[in-house]
Nanobody
Framework: QVQLVESGGGLVHTGGSLRLSCAAS????????MGWYRQAPGKQRELVAS???????NYADSVKGRFTISRDNAKNTVYQQMNSLKTEDTAVYYCQAIINTVWGTLRNCWGQGTQVTVSS
């Protein structure tokens, strides 16, 4: 059993900041890529940012320069610092991780989602 638990969403005004966290727990041997996705009402889920186990990062063009993804491998946790938030950043944000389990299986795991609302 492996699970991802997110925290840190909420309501903020435009220009404000939020920090999302996602902790993985369970029968984990190691974690490969971790990432954050988001889904706004009526839209498809999209990749926001990802980070490899070695720390290489990738960002959607819409968040470059405003969001920063990081991870703490010792804590099996990924973070996303979101600055200069815009109303169009409003969405449910999901954590995702590719996890190697102690049983030798590879699992693509998702968190339950956390709401981020940016008001003008």
């Amino acid at each position: 059993q492996v699970q991802l638990v997110e925290s840190g969403g909420g309501l903020v005004h435009t220009g404000g900041s939020l920090r999302l966290s996602c902790a993985a727990s369970g029968s984990i041997s190691s974690i490969n890529n971790m990432g954050w996705y988001r889904q706004a009402p009526g839209k498809q889920r999209e990749l926001v940012a990802s980070i490899t186990s070695g720390g290489s990062t990738n960002y959607a063009d819409s968040v470059k320069g405003r969001f920063t993804i990081s991870r703490d491998n010792a804590k099996n946790t990924v973070y996303q610092q979101m600055n200069s938030l815009k109303t169009e950043d409003t969405a449910v944000y999901y954590c995702q991780a590719i996890i190697n389990t102690v049983w030798g299986t590879l699992r693509n795991c998702w968190g339950q989602g956390t709401q981020v609302t940016v008001s003008s």
